[in-house]
């Protein structure tokens, strides 16, 4: 009788292991688990997927293992925090995907432990990658020319007024050098203002390979 019940709990663990596991490989969601040496104990298949991770290649791996150190580090040090707050903290963090292009989640970290006192750190993400390319899109439309993608005016205003208040400060000079483009009235009139744009876009590029990036 005790050989039968103890079948049957195994039976039902196992079960509601493969569940578990169903429910988060079906879910879209990106969901791990870390033993408190920062190593793979689980980890969803749209993770797997997501950074290109085979199957095989997680179970008892790391991080440093899996990522480029600074991801790696930035990982390590969420998990920390949320081990030592010893509640679920919510971070913003970012990545490069197998497929090259930038990732971003929102990740719910959340300490762990066990009948036995081994502790853990799980995680539960969402996908923002489109949330944060349309957030990037809207500033740079915001602050930068869409025809020539050089900063605006708004954004020279800005700029300037750091300027001026640091010169202000330091009780130093500052300069402001004035460009003109000569007859451009007359190139929109005309060839058209598809001419005018063009030039506009070949003296940007032209400018922007003539000075430092700062």
């Not at 993400?125 to 005016?153: G, M, Q, S, V």
Request: aromatic share 8%; glycine share 6%; net charge neutral.
């Amino acid at each position: 009788r005790h050989t039968k019940t103890l079948y049957q709990t195994v039976t039902k663990l196992q079960d509601s292991e493969k569940l578990f596991r169903s429910f988060m490989d079906n879910s879209n969601l990106i969901a791990w688990m870390k033993d408190e040496q920062g190593r793979y104990v689980f980890l969803s298949k749209p993770s797997e997927q997501r950074f290109g991770i085979a199957s095989s290649g997680w179970d008892g791996r790391t991080d440093f293992d899996i990522f480029p150190t600074a991801l790696a580090q930035q990982l390590q040090h969420n998990d920390n925090t949320a081990l030592q707050a010893g509640h679920p903290i919510t971070f913003e963090e970012s990545a490069v995907a197998a497929d090259g292009n930038s990732v971003h989640w929102l990740s719910s970290r959340f300490p762990y432990a066990d009948s036995t006192g081994q502790r853990y750190i799980g995680g539960i993400a969402i996908d923002i990658t489109e949330r944060k390319t349309a957030e990037e899109k809207a500033e740079n439309l915001a602050f930068y020319d869409p025809l020539t993608n050089l900063p605006n005016r708004r954004l020279l205003l800005d700029r300037l007024a750091h300027v001026l208040n640091n010169a202000t400060r330091q009780q130093s000079l500052c300069a402001l050098l004035f460009i003109d483009l000569d007859n451009f009235k007359t190139l929109n009139d005309t060839r058209g203002h598809s001419r005018g744009d063009l030039l506009l876009q070949q003296v940007a590029q032209r400018l922007a390979q003539s000075v430092r990036k700062g």
